[in-house]
């Protein structure tokens, strides 16, 4: 059983258009974190969200936390081509602080 | 800052010998570490969780005796898979835990190759 549901997990847009990638659970995180990934390199960390319903914004991404700390969205403003890489969101568990992933959504811009 | 090294990033053996792997914390001190396993096209499923000083604690189904992990410094956890076979050929990926209880800082990742 995934305990963060990603979605979607492939999306192919055009250059300039706008999306929203969702993370969901039935568990509560005490935090949340989106990564980004390239082939054959390790995830970088994009943003931590841990208060209930905050909303983070990098440049033309914008991060929110849900009120009950259960799920979590990313959206891309005007995408551009080099916004093309794997998104992770990952939520932290347990009194060890682990991370658990998502499925990971792969998402391509097209110029 | 935060960034965090891992060594070799690309190796390949033979069936049956060991690899060790470094994950260091270049500019903070980590009292904690983790080793995810990525095969291709999926996402990191964390295999063992490597505290400085005492033995590592290992995810449901991961044999602790293949992988054996060593924390011996507040900069420097190693991972160690002994008695390779093809199937453990994967991504290896490190992450360490700074002063930020919420974050984890991730390495450039290890691809291991098993012939």
């Known amino acids: 059983t995934q305990l963060l549901e990603q979605s979607p997990q492939f999306l192919s847009i055009q250059e300039g258009e706008n999306l929203t990638v969702y993370c969901n659970s039935s568990?509560?995180?005490?935090?949340l974190q989106w990564y980004r990934q390239e082939p054959g390199e390790g995830p970088v960390l994009l943003v931590t969200v841990v208060t209930g319903g905050e909303v983070k914004k990098l440049k033309r991404l914008t991060f929110q936390f849900g009120d009950a700390r259960k799920d979590s969205s990313l959206h891309i403003t005007a995408a551009q081509p080099g916004d093309t890489g794997l998104y992770l969101c990952?939520?932290?568990?347990?009194?060890?602080?682990?991370?658990?992933f998502g499925q990971g959504t792969r998402l391509t811009i097209n110029p | 800052g935060a960034v965090v090294s891992q060594h070799p990033s690309r190796v390949i053996c033979k069936s049956g010998t060991s690899v060790k792997i470094e994950c260091r914390s270049l500019d903070f001190q980590a009292t904690t570490m983790f080793w995810y396993r990525q095969f291709p096209k999926q996402s990191l499923m964390l295999m063992a969780t490597?505290?400085?000083?005492?033995?590592?604690?290992?995810e449901q189904g991961v044999e602790k005796d293949k992988f054996l992990i060593n924390h011996a410094s507040l900069t420097l956890s190693t991972l160690t898979v002994t008695s390779a076979h093809p199937e453990d050929s994967s991504f290896y990926i490190c992450s360490a835990r700074g002063l930020d209880r919420y974050t984890q800082y991730f390495g450039p990742g290890t691809r291991l190759t098993v012939l």
């Open positions: 568990s509560v995180f005490s935090s």
């Open positions: 490597s505290n400085e000083g005492s033995k590592a604690t290992y």
């Open positions: 990952a939520g932290v568990v347990g009194g060890a602080q682990k991370l658990v």
